[in-house]
């Protein structure tokens, strides 16, 4: 049952793509009941994601990129 | 003041999705706003020579697509009848609230701030991805932004799972310090 930081970081950040299992969930949160530094760790993770949610961030394509990168190379 | 120089070979890597958030938040259609990135480019090297190193790249390149969102929006109101008002019912939608009364703005509405905050929130973000190493940031990117899976990823940039969650993990930690001071 009882994890090292280094799997509670990695659990956390995978749940935050929700790619963690429940029972890496569950590790994860008896980790933190006990590690507060991995519990602030984790708050701030989540903090991150909804950020990120938020921002609605758009962004081009690495071929859209590569596209218009050889259109000004042209132009150079 | 610290003399700017212009680097165009970097342009795209760089300011490309800065530019095109800046753009998209005004513009709210994604392929005019990839246009306009573009011809910012353009004409930032066309006025290359005029740039005289007393702004940072990006804050002239802004600048010039400031501009180019004006343009746009000049372009498309000049058409004939684009400024007519139509004190009508709203008429592409069949849904609820098309009438007048409906549409007024309502005085309580906190969503133009929301907007602001977000906007400005994208940039923070933006900026904050900007500084990472480029391997982190498309990483980062590609699995937050444009929700690739972990086997994709890995597959389009030849890396194993445990690397990429390895980059992760810096860029999230990099990313939490960056916006740390103003947003956390």
Same mark, same amino acid.
């Given at each position: 049952?009882?994890?090292?930081?280094?799997?509670?970081?990695?659990?956390?950040? #995978?749940?935050?793509?929700?790619?963690? @299992?429940?029972?890496?969930?569950?590790? &994860?949160?008896?980790?933190?009941?006990?590690? $507060?530094?991995?519990?602030?760790?984790? #708050?701030?993770?989540?903090?991150?994601? @909804?950020?990120?949610?938020?921002?609605? &961030?758009?962004?081009?394509?690495?071929?859209? $990129?590569?596209?218009?990168?050889?259109?000004?190379?042209?132009?150079? | 003041?610290?003399?700017?120089?212009?680097?165009?070979?970097?342009?795209?890597?760089?300011?490309?999705?800065?530019?095109?958030?800046?753009?998209?938040?005004?513009?709210?259609?994604?392929?005019?706003?990839?246009?306009?990135?573009?011809?910012?480019?353009?004409?930032?090297?066309?006025?290359?020579?005029?740039?005289?190193?007393?702004?940072?790249?990006?804050?002239?390149?802004?600048?010039?697509?400031?501009?180019?969102?004006?343009?746009?929006?000049?372009?498309?109101?000049?058409?004939?009848?684009?400024?007519?008002?139509?004190?009508?019912?709203?008429?592409?939608?069949?849904?609820?609230?098309?009438?007048?009364?409906?549409?007024?703005?309502?005085?309580?509405?906190?969503?133009?701030?929301?907007?602001?905050?977000?906007?400005?929130?994208?940039?923070?973000?933006?900026?904050?991805?900007?500084?990472?190493?480029?391997?982190?940031?498309?990483?980062?990117?590609?699995?937050?932004?444009?929700?690739?899976?972990?086997?994709?990823?890995?597959?389009?940039?030849?890396?194993?799972?445990?690397?990429?969650?390895?980059?992760?993990?810096?860029?999230?930690?990099?990313?939490?310090?960056?916006?740390?001071?103003?947003?956390?």
């Amino acid at each position: 049952m009882k994890i090292t930081c280094e799997e509670a970081s990695h659990i956390c950040n #995978k749940s935050q793509y929700k790619e963690a @299992s429940a029972w890496e969930i569950l590790k &994860l949160r008896l980790h933190n009941f006990y590690c $507060k530094n991995c519990a602030r760790h984790t #708050k701030r993770n989540q903090t991150l994601t @909804s950020l990120c949610n938020r921002a609605n &961030l758009q962004v081009l394509s690495e071929n859209e $990129k590569e596209v218009m990168k050889k259109d000004l190379e042209e132009r150079l | 003041m610290a003399e700017n120089e212009l680097h165009p070979e970097n342009w795209v890597d760089r300011y490309a999705d800065y530019l095109f958030n800046y753009a998209v938040a005004r513009i709210s259609d994604v392929e005019i706003a990839k246009d306009l990135v573009q011809e910012t480019f353009y004409a930032g090297l066309n006025s290359a020579k005029n740039y005289k190193g007393d702004a940072a790249e990006r804050t002239w390149l802004v600048a010039i697509l400031k501009r180019k969102v004006i343009d746009h929006y000049r372009k498309i109101n000049s058409n004939k009848g684009k400024a007519e008002v139509r004190i009508n019912y709203s008429s592409d939608s069949d849904s609820d609230g098309d009438w007048l009364e409906e549409q007024v703005a309502d005085p309580f509405s906190q969503d133009g701030d929301f907007v602001l905050e977000n906007e400005e929130l994208g940039m923070a973000i933006q900026e904050c991805i900007s500084k990472l190493p480029k391997k982190q940031s498309q990483v980062f990117t590609m699995k937050t932004m444009q929700g690739m899976s972990t086997e994709d990823i890995c597959n389009e940039l030849g890396i194993n799972p445990s690397n990429l969650w390895v980059m992760i993990h810096r860029a999230r930690t990099a990313l939490m310090g960056c916006l740390n001071e103003n947003w956390f």
